[in-house]
């Protein structure tokens, strides 16, 4: 009977409890619903999907940067010959992959306002060229790495003949250096023959006058004298037509001068002139847009690169001598005519031999 009663007594007052308000029954409602959800989350976790991917990218990408920083700490300490490798390849790679975007947008520009080569700017011209030319290296060496297991063979001929396989961007600079003295002597080694040649054929030129002329070039030339730009320009007459215009020119003139020029002289004569005939073409179509933009807005690197291609060993001329030596080529090249580039193609001779400093 005791128990009954206190059993009444908390059932009334629970009750009690319960009808005092609905603010109450709400705290139960509450209870009620976080025990069967589970409980309230962390404000962290109410993080968005992309929030979430972005957070993992940053993660991984400083994890790997740390990675690869510890690696090339322990190729430099450990095999320092093969670091300077590694890194002048990669560093190459990257270069590459930049020429490539960028001549895939001046392409575009092109094919998109329809604009022709020669109506390019000096630099994007000059860029479009050895693009070019370092495409065709690339896509040798990507040929002979076609058969099955040949790529190993291919690494170690890079790694064994790094200036014939290789383009620029792969080099080091003491390769630089080295290499681009190497070809000025295999293309210094044509000049005698040229000069040669120009001597044998002052009795086949009708005018007097321009045999005078060509006899006193060569005579300056050979004395190591520096000829002076009216003293070539004098002798437009003679490269426009027979014995010297760009038709008339023999196959061993034009070996030779393939090889001044750095193109390869294994081809039959209709290649060599054709090759030659658009080289020079490309040549002076630079110099027009170059004296457009004015050889002051180059810099060192862009003038030592441009009287490189024309002729100079530039690599141990300074600067200055540089920009000078430039401008008297511009101006020969400017004053000539379509029907007078085998004197532009000669040039590449006469006005590097005996420059000052050229030699060492």
């Given at each position: 009977?005791?128990?009954s ?8 007052l629970w ?12 705290r139960?409602?509450l209870v ?20 979430d991917?972005?957070?993992l990218i ?21 095999f ?12 190459g ?8 975007k ?7 520009n092109?094919?998109?306002h329809?604009?022709?080569f020669?109506q390019?700017?000096?630099?994007e ?18 040929i002979?790495s076609i ?16 200036r014939?396989?290789?383009i620029?961007?792969?080099w080091?600079p ?6 681009l ?16 040649y120009?001597e044998?054929?002052?009795?086949l ?6 045999r005078?002329h ?9 004395r ?6 009216h ?17 008339q ?6 070996k ?7 193109l390869?002289p ?19 179509q ?15 690197q862009?003038?030592k ?13 300074a ?7 430039l ?9 000539l ?5 085998s004197l532009?193609?000669?040039?590449v001779v006469?006005l ?6 050229t030699?060492r």
């Open positions: 009977m005791a128990l009663r206190v059993c009444w007594a908390r059932t009334a009750g009690a409890a319960v009808t005092r308000g609905p603010h109450v029954a709400r139960l409602q009620r619903s976080g025990l069967a959800w589970g409980g309230p989350r962390s404000s962290k976790l109410h993080l968005s999907p992309k929030a991917v972005k957070s940053s993660y991984v990408v400083t994890k790997t940067k740390a990675i690869n920083g510890k690696y090339h700490r322990f190729l430099g300490r450990h320092p010959r093969f670091y300077i490798l590694y890194t002048t390849f990669m560093k790679l990257q270069m590459l992959w930049a020429d490539a960028k001549a895939r947008r001046i392409k575009r092109m094919w998109k329809n604009i022709k020669h390019l700017s000096y630099r011209m000059e860029h479009l060229r050895q693009f070019r030319r370092d495409v065709t290296k690339c896509l040798f060496l990507g002979i058969p099955p297991f040949a790529n190993y063979l291919v690494f170690l001929l890079m790694y064994l003949f790094p014939q396989l290789l620029r961007h792969f080091t003491k390769q630089q250096i080295d290499f003295d190497i070809y000025h002597t295999l293309r210094k080694q044509s000049h005698p023959e040229i000069l040669c120009l044998k054929i002052i009795p030129i009708s005018d007097a006058g321009l005078w060509m006899t006193e070039l060569c005579t300056k030339i050979q190591g004298t520096h000829p002076a730009i003293d070539i320009l004098s002798l437009r007459e003679c490269f426009s037509n027979h014995p010297l215009g760009m038709k020119l023999r196959a061993f003139q034009m030779a001068l393939s090889r001044a020029m750095l390869t294994y081809l039959p004569s209709l290649l060599l002139r054709h090759r030659l005939k658009t080289h020079t073409t490309v040549i002076h630079l110099d027009k847009a170059l004296a457009k933009l004015g050889i002051a807005q180059l810099t060192a862009e003038v690169s441009a009287c490189y291609l024309r002729g100079l060993n530039s690599t141990h001329v600067e200055e001598r540089c920009r000078t030596w401008g008297e080529w511009l101006q020969i090249s400017c004053s005519k379509e029907a007078e580039l532009l193609l000669h040039n006469l590097s031999t005996t420059y000052i400093e030699r």
